[in-house]
């Protein structure tokens, strides 16, 4: 079973720039999360999905952090523009559903911001 | 709001010796809680999870975690370390009500000396 894909695996861009990450769950899976993994902290959910519904985005940046998941499969995270402050790993993670299922995540988008 | 608390940033121990990850919790009613691992530049990989049932659960690679209604803990517990045991550690917890969001800890390393 292929795993959560994300790419790029990398970026650097500089502040004011926009930058997109994209995320391809697991086949099946309704749940989609996006974290945001700041150096020495633990992952901080930004918005998550139930098929193509946002479930909960109440710690997204809305002025500048924007998230789609088009037909219900495949996902992308935008940042418009990019501050200093988001510099860090993006998790793209998936489920089979809510509740007491394990999320599955992948190797993570790692963005800097100079 | 449910929080997580791994008051330990890092743990040693020998390989051979038993090794505990201490995690404490707060959540409204009965929690869902998790342990996952990450090694160097690679998402989050799910080890175990207590939704009902045996406080006792056992996951992956050898590893435990016991819940403890009473104390709100959910130690991670392993007999025999192994140094390919060395990574960071994050236990998670999430509220069976409400948009059930899965809340992280800060993390704790563990340093598995050969």
């Known amino acids: 079973e292929a795993g959560v894909a994300q790419s790029p695996r990398y970026k650097i861009i500089e502040k004011r720039q926009s930058v997109a990450f994209w995320c391809n769950p697991i086949?099946?899976?309704?749940?989609l999360y996006w974290y945001q993994q700041i150096l020495g902290q633990g992952p901080k959910l930004l918005i998550q999905f139930q098929n193509n519904g946002v479930v909960d985005d109440s710690q997204l940046p809305k002025d500048r952090f924007s998230a789609e998941r088009l037909k219900g499969v495949d996902s992308t995270l935008k940042i418009q523009p990019a501050k200093l402050e988001d510099s860090a790993v993006y998790l793209c993670a998936s489920s089979p559903g809510l509740a007491g299922y394990e999320q599955y995540f992948g190797p993570g988008t790692r963005l800097t911001v100079t | 709001a449910q929080s997580v608390a791994q008051p330990e940033d890092q743990v040693n121990v020998a390989e051979g010796n038993p090794l505990t990850v201490k995690c404490t919790y707060s959540?409204?009613?009965?929690?869902?809680l998790f342990w996952y691992v990450q090694y160097p530049n690679r998402g989050l990989q799910f080890l175990l999870k207590y939704i009902t049932g045996d406080n006792l659960v056992k996951g992956s690679y050898g590893f435990e975690a016991e819940f403890n209604k009473s104390q709100t803990s959910f130690h991670l517990k392993k007999p025999s370390a192994l140094v390919s045991d060395s990574a960071l550690y994050f236990c998670a917890v999430r509220s069976r009500t409400g948009f059930q969001k899965l809340v992280f800890g800060t993390g704790t390393r563990l340093l598995v000396s050969p």
């Open positions: 086949s099946g899976h309704a749940t």
């Open positions: 959540v409204s009613g009965n929690p869902y």
